[in-house]
């Protein structure tokens, strides 16, 4: 009787060691997809890494963006990002830019390109967001973007950029 109580007892013990620990396959990470057409032109996706992934609020976060385009980034293009609010298609916090050449030539046709874009708080956030990262040119051309929908009910349909957005990337 006294060797199967330490036996259950050991068992246990492993059990509550092996749930405590914390496993990668349930981390989530967020997903971006293509933006609406512009024009009846879809821009190139961009392929966006954040970090942390999910996003913290109250804290720094920062975005790595890459991709190679088939046409040079003009001088004026800028980088944006920011989080919109899915319901009421407003953005929470304010619109992040920065010059895409900002201390650096600017990315060539067919050469791969990283950037960076930090966030240096993150306002709270609702349980529904989209978050919209583009490369634009001033004052309506939209070269490339990204946009992932967080806490979405539905998976079914490819996250999009929301045409009232727009506005904001202008």
Do not use: W
């Not at 609406?36 to 961009?46: A, C, D, I």
């Not at 190679?68 to 830019?97: C, H, N, R, V």
């Not at 001033?138 to 727009?166: D, H, Q, R």
Request: net charge neutral; aromatic share 8%.
């Amino acid at each position: 009787m006294n060797r199967n109580f330490i036996f259950v007892f050991i068992l246990l013990a492993t059990l509550s060691i092996v749930y405590a620990i914390p496993h990668k396959l349930l981390k989530r990470e967020t997903t971006f997809g293509p933006c609406e057409p512009v024009n009846g032109v879809t821009p190139p996706v961009l392929t966006v890494k954040i970090l942390p992934d999910p996003i913290i609020p109250g804290s720094p976060n920062t975005f790595t963006i890459s991709r190679t385009l088939d046409a040079d980034i003009p001088k004026t293009a800028e980088l944006i990002g920011f989080i919109g609010d899915s319901q009421s298609q407003s953005i929470i916090g304010k619109a992040y830019e920065k010059s895409v050449c900002e201390n650096t030539e600017c990315p060539k046709a067919k050469t791969p390109f990283t950037l960076t874009l930090d966030i240096p708080q993150v306002p709270e956030l609702p349980a529904q967001y989209d978050i919209l990262v583009g490369i634009v040119n001033p004052p309506e051309t939209i070269l490339a973007c990204a946009v992932a929908s967080v806490g979405a009910t539905s998976f079914a349909k490819t996250p999009s950029f929301p045409l009232s957005y727009k506005s904001s990337f202008f």
